[in-house]
């Protein structure tokens, strides 16, 4: 009879929003005794350092994915007897830019199971949901920054539209940076995922590609425009939006409703 450990994991984006943590490698290890804790129940993120990944590796004892809905099932090795485990979880940029990735691996918890027997396997059931004081430090740590939000009917604003292509543009002093675009989808939400190289740039852009300094443009002045699924122009905010108050220098994660 062997052990599997399964759950599911999602992280608090902005304020009652949850993300599923999808295409998240999750590894598992046998803990050592004399092995130093990192967890988030400090409440700050604490990247392994490439050395200490290598160390634990001889103790890995299963790894695996989440899918699309933050699912994981881990069948660990049979060099699992009994004991404490110690779950870590690796993340990264990939999917949210073409650009290059970048990967963070963390632990999460160090855990004493209690294995329940199943039909062929003792399992272990362990759900978690990242608060947004953490999940934040890891979005800043990949430098991933989302705008997500509703169009609907500007008739009874509360339609949605679904099936239109929203486009966001964040306005610069000589060439507006385009950030992405996202489907609405039946409940008219849509979510575009970009990176600060999306729109830090100098004014020597896009000919020399350097990066402004972070202290110099916190976030993006956003603005907006709205497709139909022809590729028809139903909606086009002026750029000077972005220079707004309520639009200049939005946050990682910004919620906006528009109405066509």
């Known amino acids: 009879m062997g052990h599997l450990v399964r759950g599911c ?16 490698e999750i590894r598992v290890y046998k803990v050592l005794p004399e092995a130093d804790e990192l967890h988030i129940e400090k409440g700050k993120l604490v990247i392994l350092s490439s050395k200490t990944v290598i160390q634990k590796t001889k103790h890995l004892i299963g790894s695996g994915y989440t899918d699309d809905e933050g699912n994981y099932n881990i069948p660990l090795s049979d060099r699992y007897g009994s004991g404490p485990l110690e779950i870590d979880v690796v993340v990264s940029d990939k999917g949210k830019s073409k650009k290059a990735t970048h990967t ?13 027997k199943n039909q062929e396997d003792k399992e272990f059931i362990f759900n978690y949901s990242f608060n947004f004081k953490f999940w934040n430090q890891v979005r800043t740590e990949l430098d991933i920054w989302t705008i997500i939000g ?9 339609t949605p539209v679904k099936g239109v292509t929203v486009a966001a543009f964040d306005t610069d002093w000589i060439n507006d940076d385009f950030l992405g675009s996202a489907l609405t989808d039946s409940k008219g939400q849509f979510r575009i995922d970009y990176k600060g190289l999306d729109f830090k740039q100098t004014f020597l852009s896009p000919m020399i590609r350097v990066e402004t300094p972070i202290s110099s443009i916190p976030g993006p002045g956003v603005y907006f425009k ?7 122009l139903l909606y086009e905010e002026d750029r000077n939006m972005g220079k707004t108050q309520e639009r200049k220098n939005i946050p990682r994660c910004f919620d906006i409703d528009l109405y066509i």
């Open 226 to 232: 709205i497709y139909s699924s022809e590729g028809v």
């Open 9 to 24: 994991l999602r992280a608090c984006l902005h304020l009652e929003f949850y993300e599923t943590l999808t295409n998240a």
């Open 150 to 158: 509703h169009i609907r009917a500007k008739e009874d604003r509360n």
């Open 104 to 116: 963070v691996q963390f632990t999460l918890r160090r855990l004493n199971p209690v294995w329940r």
